[in-house]
């Protein structure tokens, strides 16, 4: 098995966003199976997917730049969504059109240890209550 030698980036990368197979599989439009050998490193990554994960990777820290600034604003809870069918539907969804929860997740984590390192006002995390999507 010959792999490029970046593929484990890759698969790091998605790690690192809280991406799952079955995100990966969405993102390059192929079959769960396909994606979890690419993040076992038993397959080479598709280029147009190693663009999304990177692309992900700017909207990752672009979400946790609007989470520093919220916070700095004064805001003390930052909101997880369940699902990516509930943060698609949520406004965050509307600003971020097909949007993971797995980056969000880890996002709004990173806002939340930057702020507890900072000794802001406490900040929390918690479940957003917001209608399932259908």
């Known amino acids: 098995m010959i792999n490029h030698p970046q593929d484990a980036l890759y698969a790091t990368m998605c790690s690192y966003l809280g991406l799952s197979a079955r995100d990966v599989a969405e993102i390059g439009g192929f079959s769960d199976r396909f994606a979890r050998d690419l993040l ?11 663009k999304a994960i990177f692309e992900l990777h700017k909207v990752f820290q672009g979400l946790v730049r609007a989470g520093k600034e919220d916070v700095l604003d004064g805001q003390t809870a930052l909101y997880i969504y369940r699902t990516n069918e509930q943060l698609r539907a949520s406004p965050v969804g509307q600003i971020w059109p097909g949007a993971f929860v797995g980056p969000y997740r880890a996002a709004m984590f990173e806002v939340w240890r930057w702020a507890a390192q ?8 918690a479940f957003a209550e917001v209608p399932d999507a259908e």
Request: net charge positive; no cysteine; proline share 11%.
């Open 40 to 50: 076992a490193g038993r397959r080479q990554f598709p280029t147009d997917t190693k």
């Open 118 to 125: 900072d000794k802001f006002k406490p900040v929390m995390l």
